[in-house]
């Protein structure tokens, strides 16, 4: 984590036991949160994640595991992202987060400042955080330096946080999980309906 921060009970999000990321000091708009390249994470390539998952499987070890499936997820480059060892794993699901992933940052960050040239004006809410359309605007992405500044792994404080806000991501923009690794989550009642 690249901000003070500290973990605490958030029963009202996931039950008894269940714990978040609160800031300790105020956090500005667009301030790296979670840096991906610091973290304690494992990249495991997607061909050698069904491996590693069925293995586990197979040993009847799932419950000693559970964590790695419950605290991971496969981003866009089809890696899948284990940080069972990370304090990143407390981020929790929202579907108005106050951080996002640098792709995502750097998208919103260029329809502002388009917004701003054509004079309007708006607010956080205005602008969308699905990436489902992502793939139609890559020429523009790609094309633009902004999105260089931001990584895509990486989290930013989407907006302003203050100093005792939950910091909230939506697990949405990670990535897709591949069905065989959903059809394993499901088969050891790891919750997979949080997006």
């Known amino acids: 984590m690249q901000v003070p921060y500290r973990i605490a009970p958030t029963p009202a999000r996931g039950g008894p036991g269940s714990k978040g990321l609160f800031a300790t000091a105020p956090i ?42 419950q605290y991971s997820y496969f981003n866009h480059s089809g890696h899948m992202v284990d940080i069972t060892s990370d304090d990143g794993r407390y981020f929790n699901h929202c579907s108005e987060p106050n951080t996002c992933e640098g792709r995502q940052y750097a998208r919103i960050h260029k329809e502002r400042s388009v917004s701003a040239n054509s004079s309007t ?17 890559k020429h523009d992405r790609d094309s633009d330096e902004e999105s260089d500044k931001y990584d895509t792994n990486s989290s ?4 302003d946080i203050a100093e005792g806000e ?3 991501s939506d697990y949405g923009c990670f990535g897709t999980e591949p069905e065989w690794y959903l059809r394993l989550l499901n088969k050891h009642n790891v919750p997979t309906d949080y997006y």
């Open 28 to 69: 500005p708009k667009g301030t790296l949160i979670w840096d991906i390249s610091k973290a304690k994470v494992q990249l495991i390539p997607l061909d050698e994640a069904e491996i590693m998952c069925a293995a586990i499987d197979a040993r009847g070890e799932f419950h000693n595991m559970h964590d790695i499936f």
């Open 121 to 137: 004006t708006g607010t956080d809410t205005e602008f969308s955080t699905d990436m489902s359309t992502d793939d139609e605007h």
């Open 156 to 159: 930013y404080a989407l907006r």
């Open 166 to 168: 939950e910091l909230l």
